[in-house]
């Protein structure tokens, strides 16, 4: 259960004005909400998704997060008056504040987050957005959804972390000549390239991520959490401490699973023989 209750013991969501969280079946929707400015990211989205964020973190009614835009728009990226030109002619202090704290939310806590996450590109996304979704574990787009790093438009380069985000996720010959040409491609393209996951028809995005949160929910979420952090740790790490790091990461796994994974996982297939872990997952039931 999360802290966040009133006295009465109803739970107090956060948002509800620039950012909306709806919790159905285990699945956070989170959406970026100003649909009239394509959900361009303002210090109003910054301090409530971070607000949002802490919430579900706690809320054991929350077990997969979905970041998605309202209206026809992921998110036309960093707001440039609200985000820029406004916090660059103010206080230097309150403007560092604000970059930190997008950098929070956008990708140090979402590429950590203790939960699996999914970005769900349903239209417009571009600069600053790629940051969180690159930093989603995982991503599925509306087919029709347009992509760009349009920085390049306006005579700056694709700061915040975008560029070391799409240098991680993909190719350098279509990194650079997303960058470079500042030219916008479908959803369909950044599946090929890696960008998301899967591209869909527009009436199969809600389904097939819906679908995608089902099957990580069954899966051992205090292993899942850890497969995360393996993975984003040991991607720096020469092979050596890599090898080690993964040792230890496994040892504590096993050491702390509530459910004790490993254990039943082992009984069920060498004792009972009642599953092949091979073709799906032991029975955490049990
Ligand atoms: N920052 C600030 N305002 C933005 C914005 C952004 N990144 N993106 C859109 N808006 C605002 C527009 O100024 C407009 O505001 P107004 O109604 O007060 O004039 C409103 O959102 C709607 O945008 P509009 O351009 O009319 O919508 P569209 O559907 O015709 O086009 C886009 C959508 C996304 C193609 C277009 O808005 C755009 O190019 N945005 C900038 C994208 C970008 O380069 N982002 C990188 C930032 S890091």
Not at 173 to 201: H, K, S
Request: aromatic share 8%; glycine share 8%.
């Amino acid at each position: 259960m999360s802290n966040d209750a009133n006295a009465s013991g109803e739970k107090i969501m956060p948002g509800g004005k620039n950012v909306l969280v709806r919790i159905e079946a285990g699945i956070a929707w989170v959406s970026m909400n100003r649909p009239e400015k394509r959900n361009a990211i303002n210090p109003g989205i910054v301090f409530e998704m971070n607000e949002v964020l802490d919430h579900l973190e706690m809320d054991d009614d929350c077990r997969v997060v979905v970041i998605t835009g309202s209206g026809d728009a992921f998110s036309a990226g960093q707001d440039l008056k609200e985000y820029f030109r406004e916090p660059d002619a103010g206080h230097p202090v309150l403007r560092e504040r604000l970059h930190k704290a997008n950098s929070q939310w956008q990708w140090r806590r979402m590429m950590h987050f203790p939960k699996p996450t999914i970005a769900m590109v349903n239209g417009w996304c571009f600069g600053g957005a790629f940051q969180v979704l690159l930093a989603c574990d995982l991503a599925i787009a509306d087919e029709d959804a347009t992509f760009g790093l349009s920085e390049i438009n306006w005579g700056i380069i694709p700061a915040g972390i975008v560029t070391k985000s799409i240098a991680m996720a993909v190719l350098q010959r279509q990194a650079l000549y997303y960058i470079m040409t500042g030219e916008t491609f479908d959803g369909r393209r950044a599946e090929e390239i890696g960008v998301v996951n899967f591209a869909v028809p527009k009436d199969q995005l809600v389904p097939r991520v819906t679908k995608l949160a089902e099957t990580l929910m069954k899966k051992n979420p205090h292993v899942l959490r850890a497969c995360k952090q393996g993975y984003h740790y040991v991607r720096d790490l020469p092979w050596d401490a890599a090898a080690e790091y993964l040792a230890a990461k496994s040892d504590q796994t096993k050491l702390r699973d509530p459910e004790q994974g490993d254990v039943k996982g082992m009984k069920q297939f060498l004792d009972e023989k009642s599953y092949r872990p091979g073709l799906g997952a032991y029975d955490r039931s049990k």
